[in-house]
Each structure stands twice: as C-alpha cells, then as structure tokens.
C-alpha cells in the first residue's frame, strides 16, 4: 500500500538478479490493480507504469484538461474496474466519480486524489498525493513533487518537505548527499519557489508506532 523507492528495487534486483519484480498501483474504488510496471536495476525512479487492459487512466489539470508529458496533474482512472460509488454515501460518491468526458457516453471516472504525470515512454509517475499541496507566497506549491525530485538524487535515501511557519520550504532528507550538489540537482528542475531554503540530513525519519511519518518528532 505504500510507494515502491528506487533503492528497495535495486537493491532486490541485484541481490535476486533472476527475478522479475512488478510495481502494482490502484485504488480501491477501482478493484484494486488498475497500472503495472517492471522495475529495471538501474532506473533511479519506479514509475507505477501503464494501465492494464480495460483500463483507461488520464492526469488531469483542475479543469479536467489532459496535462503535457512531464506536468503534473490528478490522476483519474476509467474503464471495466472502477465502482458505481460508495455505499450510502451520494455526496461522497458525487465528489469522486466523475463523467468521464474522454471515455464512451455514459461511463465515469474516479479521481483517485494522487498526483501523478506522463513519462514520455507512456509510463506514469506517482508523485504523492494532491492534497499536500500548500500555499507559500501566493505560489502553489506541491509538497510531493518536490519530494519526488529529492529522491531522485542518487544519494538520497528517504526524504519529507514541510513548510514551516508558512514562509519557507524545510526538507529533511536521509542518506549521504553533497548537499551543494543536491541543491543545484533541485534548481535545474524546480521552479525557484519551490526549492527548499534549508536541507537537513538525518540518521532516519522519525516513525510513528505504524510506521508513519512523524512529523511532530522532526528538528
């Protein structure tokens, strides 16, 4: 149920180099599995690939306009899978599947909150979910793309990218980085304003009981 890192695939594909090893995404509200992709040892990204048979699958800007290869946007999921809406829950139903203007009359989509984008080898990207994004003077700004571009350093091993005080963009990254290398890596594919004004390096992310994100234990 959680992202598949780049390093926990190289490092099963080098160790168990005759094995093949599959990334699954889908939601739920899909029936489950609904995109498929085979890692590669050397990729320093693992995309979740592209839909499965009698899957249609769009990212999609906030007025559910396709979005260019490489630009992010919600990704939406269409075809055989997707559910008629939840149980009891009209409202509920009516936020998250959507008339599907691309797709055969009569049939919807299920805006699955994700934030993804195109490669251009047709594979898709997730890149976290849509609703961290924050405001930071006036600019929107998509806490898990800019996470999505830390982890593709290859030195970088986990990272997290929190505003704080709602004036600046802290990340807290684990690993060993050149941080001066880190930052030029972040400014050749950022925005400016979204590139985080101080990095932190630390042994390991603070974890929850769960296995969550502690963010309340963060310096």
């Known amino acids: 149920g959680e992202a ?9 594909l080098t160790t168990w180099p005759h094995i093949e090893l ?28 592209a839909p499965i048979a009698n899957i249609r699958a769009y990212v999609l800007d906030r007025r559910l306009r396709p979005t260019p290869i490489g630009v992010a946007g919600e990704l939406h999921i269409a075809g055989t899978g997707v559910a008629y809406g939840y149980h009891n829950r009209p409202g509920l139903t009516a936020r998250s599947f959507l008339a599907d203007p691309y797709g055969p009359p009569g049939h919807r989509m299920y805006a699955t909150g994700d934030l ?9 990207e997730y890149l976290g979910r849509t609703d ?17 571009t830390i982890a593709q350093h290859p030195d970088v091993r986990q990272c997290t990218v929190q505003l704080h005080n709602d004036t600046q963009l802290v990340a807290y990254l684990t690993g060993q980085p050149d941080l001066n290398h880190l930052r030029r890596h972040l ?24 296995g969550k994100l502690d963010t309340t234990r963060l310096p």
């Open 22 to 49: 599959h990334n699954l995404y889908g939601p739920t509200e899909a029936s489950i599995e609904v995109t498929a992709w085979q890692c590669e040892p050397d990729s320093t990204t693992v995309p979740i690939g």
């Open 132 to 148: 961290r994004q924050v405001k930071l003077r006036g600019q929107r700004v998509e806490l898990s793309e800019i996470e999505h």
């Open 187 to 210: 400014a050749d594919r950022l925005p400016t304003y979204m590139v985080p004004t101080t990095l932190i390096t630390l042994p390991e992310l603070p974890l929850t009981p769960n």
């Open 116 to 124: 993804a984008r195109w490669r251009s080898d047709g594979a898709i």
């Open 4 to 12: 598949l890192p780049p390093d926990t695939a190289h490092r099963f």
